[in-house]
Every structure is written in structure tokens, then in C-alpha cells.
């Protein structure tokens, strides 16, 4: 260590070599990973879609309002944790899923349910109604993020997208309240999770032993 | 030596010069074996850690690595395979994904048709009859007059399989899965139909244009 | 002011770097306090989600951007380069150069620190994990980064002694390697991002980059130079020092895969981050019988060293441990990885600053720290409050762990379950606070008496250090 500029080239090196082998070599594996084309449907024949604008806008109010502090948004196999079995998804997220996204929040804690599917759960999908309510009063731990909506006065007839609440949450007669541009634009995102596609990539791998069942039968 | 006495919280006195420590240190680092070739017994218990955790590290490598395989996510994927054996897709799930993009706007997720305009499934002649029929309408499609399940119908049905005037372009294979899915919903009997049976109906008949039910009836 | 000319344990180094070093000091336990109070708002909202929750400074992905960005770039790189570039001096045997420059970037750094701070509250926050400040500051980030670390590199490449020792080693590490990484996850991230899931991947090459290559190095720096200095001993099998050193750098930041076990990512991701955490194994080994010297003897500043050096070996043991998927697959997405994190980074990373800081301030201002009671107050807050902070948000990560590999057991059963420990964790980061406040206090007060011309009368006195013994060989 007493060369200097050996030194340096050694260290320099030992960090490339980590770059090299983590983000180089897994960039050129899926770096230019395609969608998935499916010609025989008809509605989307390419998977995943391209995420609307609002959606990739709204991808970026999730990532600064830290959503990913609580949510994650990654499916992981059957035998892999109770993902599938809260009904999170009907398969492991994978690669190609996240093409599209502008600030992928894969997340690292799970404090709230997953969200990658949250489009896409039968029976029981949120519409954008649920969700801007969810967002106005908070559920359980979920906290309310009022600082997302406007209360104003009616002014003629009242907003299409005023929220509709009922009881206490309600606001007083004469004034309504109304989602803004970030909220909009954070529910478009989250209506745009979903991951009701097939890849070849996210199919089980074949259980160990078939043959038991053929004995039982 | 120096060991330090009773030290006041507020100062950490120092034991030794910032040269000598550098000098004693560097003097470790230039040592060798002794003249009888001995090591000490530490730094060779610490090569054999080492040396251990690197095996270990090359067989869990070996074993979960997939290969190294972008398309390998379960790291149990056998490895000598080089892929993911995939289970083979369900016919079923498949057909019942086919159906809600492709069939339910007009036969309902219920099966039932429109009364008066869709003819029904759930419980049709047509789909629980004979293979070489309900294939050929669904993959050719069907026009003019059609008698199910005792009422007229007489909207057409539009070609569906790879053939000319398609909308939908669907493979033999998703063909098979979806009339498989039909013929066991709702309660109908109908038993699978294979991805054979249907591209052979479709070397057979090659470009042949939509179906009338007459022409459907005297196939058996 | 002055020492006594004979006394060779204050040197042109100290009285030179004083100012510079202290004004980074002062900045870095600035920066620990501010995020102690964020870190206590976060862990009220863990039980308490509707505390603060109207605001929309404090959303609770907010609070826990800002503590994990003041206590990295705030304390972490400030306090860090201070013991860095202090140990580079004072090992280089040669008074620091380009100080000037230092003090302009400690200042723009501070200022950046403050702006990205500022942007993560008002909304331009990143979402990527330790690197959230909106990319507007991070360029200037990088020069003032510069401007302070050529001082580290000056000392080291002009040092009067041919030989060197692993603290300078690891000291020059990090200030060399930070830009790099610090540059590379940036661009990859947000001027030319990666697409898709890779940019998971390379947001965790960063995160274990600047733990593995950054923080720790400097941690050990400042414990490399402690340890022998205070026991007067040379290091025991020091000769295996190097190849410790090495298998950090070269395996570090391959651990980048850690967190993204089982998730959306090839599975040789995943396992090539498990393999290195087991091969670091080797590391933590090594630092640990080099440094052991430290347990069990000496003062409060070696006393903190010790602990930061059992938590930052023991944060190595799990971080292997639970790399395995069959541990990962309960401690993955639960409060164990905070734990971790809180373990590596108080526990290893500041406990070991904590001691140098102790050991190096009386030599900076000349004189002994003003008062003995908050130096012990301190130590002892901060020793019980990682220790009940770890605890409690292990065993909560655990409960967490468990209860979601369930299907049946719903997210509110699993909050009321963990709410004794996330309660007992908000009790810690309150002690943790008060601790560090005692710092703060204690470090004005004496960087005040540094300033006075009149030597104080309850001063004590610098012994003149002996000549280290040479290894019996």
C-alpha cells in the first residue's frame, strides 16, 4: 500500500468490479428486456402496457410522498411467503412488469398490503371512487392525507370529481371537496398496477415430485 | 508497554506516539514465517475460514444461481436444465382469460346470451355437441338463421381462429382452451378438446369462409 | 491555549486542523441531533399513523427520508471526513493542506445538506432508499465532497512516513471511493435512468456501496487509530489486516442484491449478495481479533469504540445470517431490516465515530473535554439507547415476520401485536436524543473553552506517550 497510485488503481478497480458484476451485467441481461407480445388478444397485445402519463406522473407523487416506507410493490412466489394467498397477485412479479415505470418503488417494508396488483385483485379491485376516499380518510393504519384534496364552495353546479362522503367526513352544505392534480394523478398510478398477465418467466417452476398424485389416483 | 492507569472521562491520554505505532505495525506486516517455518496457529485457522467460506460460496453459487438465466427467478430452478421447467398452462385458466377478452361482450359472463339476439352457451346443443362442429363456428365464425336450445337466433357470429377476416387471430392452441373452458362452465359437459383436434380441422377446411348452420349440421 | 512544547501529543496537525475540523464537527452533531427528532416523529407515527399525518412535511415516508438523510450526509459524511482526515494527518506526521478548501466545502456541503432537506419536505423527494435528496443538490453535494476530501488525499500522498497503517487505508477508501459511487448511482438512477427493476438493482448497489465502501471504512478508521493508540499495544494478527481491508472493498458493494431476495429480479441477483455477505464473514473476523484490545480496558472513548466494534461485527454476523432466503423470507419487509440498519449504522458506524470523536476533540482544542458527567451521560444514553432500539425493533420485525407469512392474520392485528416493542423503540430514539443533546452541549462548551485565551484551571493534562514495543517475533 505504500504505492500510491497502485493503491488507488486497486481501489478503483475492487469498485468496478462490484458495479461490473451487480448493475453492468445485470443491465445488459434486462437492459433491453421487450414487452411480452401476446397476438392472439385482441384488447392488449402486448404486455406490460405503457403507462399512461398521469400514471407516470402520479409514480412520482408515490415516490416523494414515501408510500414505499410502507408499501411494497413486488409479488413473490407461492412457496415464498403469503402473497398470493392475501390475495396480492396470481403470480411472482418479474423483470418485465416494471418496463415502463419511470421511478420503480419496489419498497422495503411492508407496514400496508402490496401494491402491485392493486388494479387487478378479483374480486375485490378498488375504483378510483375507493381509492380518493381511502386517500381523504385513511383506513386502519392508513393514515387520512387530507393535504391532497381542496374543500371549496360550489360555485354553480357541483364538481364531477367531488369526492362523495357521507357522515362526519362530509363537508358542510354549500362546499364539496375535490382531489387535486397530485391526487389525480397518484390514483391514475395506482389504477394502473396490474399484473393480470402471463410470462413465460413468472410460471411456477414444476413441483419436485408429481408422481404421489398419480399414485393416488 | 504502557497500560493505561485510572483515565479521566474527559481525556483519553494516549499510550503510544503516532511513529511508533506506525513502526511496530509496519514491522507485523513485513514478518515472515521463522527460520523452522512455522506460523502462527491463528492466521492459520483463519486461511482455513477462509478457504471454507469460499467453498461454501462456490457450491451455493453452483446450486442457486440459476445459471445465471434472466429468465430464471426461482433459484431451486434445476440447474443442469439451464431453464425454468414452467408448469404447462392450464387449459382452463387459459380459456376462462380468452373467453372474458374475446366472448363475454356478447355470450355474458354468465354464459347466457342475450335472449332474443346472443344465443346462450351455458347448456347449448351446440357447444356440448360434436367436436368437429362447435370448432369449426368458433373458429371460422357463423351467419345467417341458428336454432339453440329451441329459440332462433340470427346474429352472426365473426371468425375468430387464424383465418382470413379475423378479429381476434387466436391460435389453434387458445382455440382449444377456450372451447375446453366453455364445455365444462356452467355447468355443461362437453369434454376437453385438444390443440390437435383443432389444427387439424384447420389444415383441413384452410381458408373456408364463415359457416351456415346447415352446413354445420350435416357434419357429424 | 498552547501545550507545553515537550508534550508531542498535541501536534501541528491538531493545532493547524482545529478549526476546519471542529467547524465539521460541530455541523455533524448539528445534523445527529435533528435527525434524533425525525427519527422520534417516524417512530411516534409507527404507532400512532395519524401523528403529524395532516401535515404534509411529515407524511411518514417523509420523516423517515429526512432522519435517514441528516444522519447520512448530515452526521455520517461530516463526522466521518473529520476523523478521516484527522487520522490521515495525524498519521501522515505532516500538518493537513488545503484546509481552505475544507472549510468552503463544509460549508457548501452543510448548505446542500440543508437545501436537500428542505426539498425532500417540500415534496421533490426521490423514493430511492439513502439517496432521496432531490437531484438539483447532489451535483454541488459532490464538489464540496471534493473540495474536502482533497485534504485526506494531500495528506496521504505527501505523509513524511514511508510506512502506513490499515486506518489510513480505510480512511483514503472512503473519501476516494464516495464521488464514485455517489456519481454513478445518480446517473444511473436519475440523469440517464436504468430501466425498469434495474434501478432497484442499482439503488441497492448504492446503499450497500455507501455502507460497505463509505461509512464503515470511516468507522474503522477512526477504531484502527483508537484501539492501538489508547492500549498501547500493537494489534494482534495484524498481519491479516490487508486481506480484511481488500475483502471489504472487493466484496462490499457485490452485496447489493440483499434486498431484493425472492423479489422481481433474476435469481442469481439474490444469491451472488448472499455469497458475499457470507464471504465478508472474513472481514468482520479479522477486525474483530485485530481490534479486540478493546473490550475491557481503558476509558469512555475506548469504551464506545468497543461497543461500536461487537455491534458493527455482530450487524456482519446477521446481515449473513439473514441473507439466507429461508431467514429472509420472515425478516424480509419487517422491522429486522431497520434493526439491521440501526445496528450498522449506530451501533457500528456512530459508536465507533462517537469514540474517536472523544478521543480526538481534547487534541483539537488543546485542552480535555469541559465536562466529565455528560461525557459518561452520553456514552451511557447511547449504549442503552441502540441496544433497547435494536431489541425492541427486532423482536417487533420478528412478531411482523411471522405474522405475515400468515394469510389469515390481518395488518391490524399485526400493529397491536408489535405496539409494546414500537413503543419501547420510541423510548429509545427519545434516550438517544437526550444523549446526543449532551453531546452537543458538551461539544460547544468545550470548543468554547478553546477559544478562550485562558487555560481553564480543572484542565487535564496531556502524559507524554511512550514508544510503542516492537512485536516480539
Redesign the interface.
Given at each position: 500500500?505504500?504505492n500510491?497510485p497502485l493503491?488507488?488503481l486497486?481501489?478503483?478497480v475492487?469498485?468496478t468490479?462490484?458495479?461490473a458484476?451487480?448493475?453492468l451485467f445485470?443491465?445488459h441481461?434486462?437492459?433491453a428486456?421487450a414487452p411480452y407480445i401476446d397476438?392472439?388478444?385482441?384488447?392488449n397485445p402486448s404486455y406490460p402496457p405503457q403507462q399512461p402519463g398521469i400514471a407516470a406522473r402520479g409514480q412520482?407523487v408515490?415516490?416523494?410522498?414515501?408510500?414505499?416506507?410502507?408499501h411494497?410493490q413486488?409479488v413473490?412466489?407461492p412457496d415464498?411467503?403469503?402473497d398470493q394467498?392475501?390475495g396480492w397477485g396470481d403470480r411472482?412479479?418479474?423483470?418485465?412488469?416494471?418496463?415502463?415505470?419511470?421511478?420503480?418503488?419496489?419498497?422495503?417494508?411492508?407496514?400496508?398490503?402490496d401494491l402491485t396488483n392493486l388494479a387487478g385483485r378479483k374480486p375485490s379491485a378498488l375504483d378510483a371512487s375507493n381509492l380518493m376516499k381511502l386517500l381523504y380518510a385513511?383506513q386502519?393504519?392508513?393514515?387520512?392525507?387530507?393535504?391532497l384534496f381542496d374543500e371549496r364552495a360550489i360555485v354553480g353546479e357541483p364538481a364531477d370529481s367531488r369526492l362523495m362522503l357521507v357522515g362526519r367526513l362530509a363537508p358542510a352544505a354549500g362546499r364539496e371537496i375535490v382531489p387535486t392534480e397530485r391526487a389525480r394523478s397518484l390514483v391514475a398510478f395506482l389504477l394502473s398496477l396490474n399484473n393480470t398477465f402471463?410470462y413465460?418467466?413468472?410460471?411456477?417452476?414444476?413441483p419436485e415430485a408429481p408422481k404421489k398424485e398419480e399414485g393416488k389416483k | 508497554m504502557n497500560a493505561p492507569s485510572q483515565s479521566d472521562p474527559r481525556l483519553e491520554q494516549a499510550a503510544v506516539t503516532d511513529e511508533s505505532l506506525l513502526a511496530a505495525h509496519e514491522k507485523v506486516l513485513g514478518r515472515r514465517p521463522d527460520d523452522q517455518g512455522h506460523y502462527r496457529l491463528l492466521p492459520l485457522n483463519l486461511l482455513f475460514v477462509f478457504a471454507g467460506l469460499i467453498f461454501f460460496s462456490g457450491t451455493y453459487l453452483n446450486l442457486y444461481s440459476g445459471h445465471f438465466n434472466?429468465?430464471?427467478?426461482?433459484e431451486?430452478?434445476k440447474p443442469h436444465t439451464g431453464a425454468?421447467?414452467?408448469?404447462a398452462?392450464d387449459p382452463v385458466a387459459?380459456g376462462k382469460?380468452?373467453f372474458t377478452?374475446?366472448c363475454q361482450t356478447c355470450h355474458q359472463i354468465t354464459g347466457l346470451g342475450l335472449p332474443g339476439a346472443i344465443p346462450p352457451l351455458a347448456g347449448s346443443e351446440w357447444v356440448m355437441g360434436p367436436e368437429e362442429r362447435v370448432i369449426r363456428a368458433v373458429m371460422y365464425g357463423v351467419q345467417g338463421a341458428i336454432k339453440v336450445k329451441g329459440a332462433d337466433f340470427s346474429s352472426a357470429m365473426p371468425p375468430n381462429g387464424k383465418v382470413p377476416g379475423s378479429?381476434?387471430?387466436?391460435?389453434d392452441d387458445?382455440i382449444a382452451a377456450v372451447l375446453t373452458y366453455v364445455r365444462q362452465e356452467w355447468g355443461n359437459t362437453g369434454g376437453p378438446i385438444t390443440t390437435e383436434q383443432v389444427a387439424a380441422i384447420h389444415a383441413k377446411e384452410g381458408e373456408h369462409k364463415q359457416w351456415t348452420s346447415e352446413e354445420l349440421l350435416k357434419i357429424q | 491555549m498552547s501545550p507545553a512544547p515537550a508534550n508531542a501529543e498535541v501536534t501541528a496537525v491538531d493545532t493547524t486542523g482545529r478549526w476546519p475540523l471542529l467547524l465539521l464537527l460541530v455541523s455533524a452533531i448539528k445534523w445527529l441531533v435533528l435527525s434524533g427528532v425525525l427519527a422520534l416523529i417516524a417512530s411516534i407515527?409507527?404507532i400512532q399513523?395519524?401523528f403529524l399525518?395532516?401535515?404534509?412535511v411529515f407524511?411518514?415516508?417523509?420523516t423517515?427520508?429526512l432522519t435517514e438523510t441528516a444522519f447520512i450526509y448530515g452526521w455520517g459524511a461530516n463526522a466521518g471526513l473529520a476523523i478521516a482526515l484527522w487520522v490521515l494527518g495525524r498519521l501522515g506526521g505532516a500538518p493537513l493542506r488545503a484546509l481552505n478548501w475544507a472549510v468552503v466545502g463544509t460549508i457548501f456541503w452543510n448548505l446542500s445538506v440543508l437545501l436537500g432537506l428542505v426539498g425532500?419536505a417540500t415534496?421533490?423527494?426521490?423514493?430511492?432508499?439513502l439517496l432521496q435528496m432531490p437531484r438539483y443538490v447532489q451535483p454541488v453535494m459532490l464538489v464540496a465532497y471534493g473540495a474536502i476530501g482533497v485534504a485526506g488525499v494531500l495528506a496521504?500522498?505527501g505523509r513524511r512516513h514511508?510506512?502506513?497503517f490499515a486506518a489510513q487505508?480505510y480512511a483514503?477508501?472512503a473519501l476516494?471511493?464516495f464521488p464514485?459511487?455517489f456519481s454513478?448511482a445518480q446517473v444511473?438512477l436519475f440523469w440517464l435512468?436504468?430501466?425498469?427493476?434495474?434501478?432497484?438493482?442499482?439503488g441497492?448497489?448504492f446503499a450497500q456501496?455507501a455502507w460497505t465502501?463509505w461509512l464503515a471504512p470511516l468507522g474503522l478508521a477512526g477504531a484502527y487509530f483508537v484501539v492501538p493508540k489508547v492500549t498501547g499495544r500493537t494489534l494482534p494478527s495484524y498481519d491479516f489486516a490487508?486481506h480484511a481491508f481488500?475483502c471489504l472493498?472487493?466484496?462490499?458493494?457485490?452485496t447489493?442484491?440483499r434486498?431484493?431476495i425472492?423479489?422481481?429480479?433474476?435469481a442469481w441477483?439474490a444469491s451472488?449478495?448472499i455469497v458475499a455477505c457470507s464471504l465478508l464473514l472474513f472481514h468482520y473476523f479479522v477486525v474483530f481479533i485485530n481490534l479486540r484490545g478493546a473490550f475491557g480496558a481503558g476509558g469512555t472513548a475506548l469504551k464506545l469504540v468497543a461497543f461500536g466494534l461487537g455491534a458493527y461485527v455482530l450487524g456482519g454476523l446477521v446481515d449473513a445470517i439473514t441473507a439466507f432466503?429461508g431467514v429472509a423470507?420472515v425478516t424480509?419487509?419487517?422491522?429486522v431490516?431497520?434493526a439491521q440498519e440501526q445496528l450498522a449504522l449506530y451501533g457500528g458506524f456512530s459508536m465507533m465515530i462517537f469514540g474517536a470523536i472523544y478521543y480526538a476533540v481534547p487534541r483539537l482544542t488543546g485542552q480535555s473535554w469541559a465536562s466529565a458527567a455528560l461525557v459518561r451521560g452520553h456514552a451511557m444514553l447511547a449504549m442503552l439507547g441502540v441496544t433497547a432500539l435494536v431489541v425492541s425493533l427486532t423482536v417487533a420485525g420478528w412478531i411482523?415476520g411471522h405474522e405475515?407469512?400468515?394469510?389469515k392474520v390481518t395488518?391490524?392485528d399485526i400493529?397491536s401485536h408489535t405496539r409494546f416493542w414500537l413503543l419501547l423503540a420510541v423510548a429509545a430514539q427519545a434516550v438517544l436524543l437526550l444523549g446526543n443533546l449532551l453531546l452537543l452541549v458538551n461539544f460547544c462548551w468545550s470548543a468554547c473553552r478553546a477559544c478562550c485565551p485562558a487555560e481553564p484551571a480543572d484542565s487535564v493534562a496531556f502524559r507524554q506517550p511512550a514508544a510503542m514495543e516492537a512485536p516480539a517475533s
Open positions: 500500500m505504500r500510491a493503491f488507488f486497486g481501489l478503483f475492487a469498485l468490479l462490484s458495479w458484476g451487480t448493475v445485470a443491465d441481461q434486462l437492459g428486456l397476438d392472439s388478444d385482441p384488447v412520482l408515490y415516490a416523494d410522498l414515501g408510500c414505499a416506507s410502507c411494497t413486488a413473490r412466489r415464498f411467503g403469503s394467498a392475501r411472482q412479479s418479474v423483470a418485465r412488469d416494471y418496463i415502463y415505470q419511470t421511478r420503480v418503488q419496489l419498497g422495503a417494508e411492508r407496514l400496508g398490503p385513511g386502519g393504519a392508513m393514515p387520512a392525507y387530507k393535504f402471463e413465460p418467466e413468472a410460471r411456477p417452476v414444476a | 434472466p429468465a430464471i427467478y426461482n431451486h430452478a425454468a421447467e414452467a408448469v398452462v387459459l382469460k380468452i377478452g374475446t378479429g381476434f387471430n387466436l391460435s387458445k | 407515527q409507527l399513523p395519524s399525518a395532516d401535515c404534509v407524511t411518514h415516508g417523509r423517515v427520508a425532500i415534496g421533490d423527494a426521490t423514493g430511492v432508499g496521504w500522498l514511508e510506512c502506513t487505508w483514503v477508501a476516494f471511493l464514485w459511487i454513478a444511473t435512468p436504468v430501466r425498469g427493476v434495474l434501478q432497484a438493482v442499482a441497492g448497489w456501496g465502501l490487508p481488500w472493498l472487493v466484496l462490499g458493494a457485490v447489493g442484491g434486498h431484493l425472492g423479489g422481481p429480479v433474476p441477483i451472488l449478495a432466503r423470507l424480509q419487509f419487517t422491522h431490516d431497520t411482523q405475515l407469512l400468515d394469510a395488518f391490524a400493529a
